[in-house]
């Protein structure tokens, strides 16, 4: 069985998450099976650092709940899913919108099953780019996710 809620109405709720909508953290896409998602932080003037590029804050924030959101819609119910640990690493200025794509693969998930069958614990690590309007990456954040299945799913 799936996670309770329908993906158009997961982004409709995240687009209106105060941690998202004021900083101007939209998420565009998050495909009908979990498995792509695509995020934009709309160039806004309270967003700007010193220097007139996108707040560090505001560009991490944008790929905060992302994978654990996606994990738990790909994995369903019987999952425990959560951010455990990220970096990120600031390689240039990001001005203007900025984007990140997330994706899930069969094999990542096949590999997360593979892993919590037994009902240990597990953290697989995600790389997301954050690139700018020319495509170019200004950010790289490293996510790591706690995943284990629910007490009541785990073998005896």
Known sequence: MKWAFNPAVMRRLLNFWPPFLFPGIKVEELSSDYRYCRVILKGRPWTRNINSSQFGGSMFAMTDPIYPLMLMGALG????VWDKQAD????????????A????S???????KAATESGE???P???VHIKDSKNQIVAEVNRTV???KKAKYRPL
Request: aromatic fraction near 20%.
């Open 77 to 80: 119910k019987e999952y425990l």
């Open 88 to 99: 990120i690493d600031f390689i240039t200025p990001g001005i203007g919108k900025l984007t």
């Open 101 to 104: 794509e997330f994706w899930l």
């Open 106 to 112: 069969d094999d990542a998930i096949d590999s997360i």
């Open 121 to 123: 614990k597990h953290f």
């Open 125 to 127: 690590q995600f790389v």
């Open 146 to 148: 706690y995943i284990r």
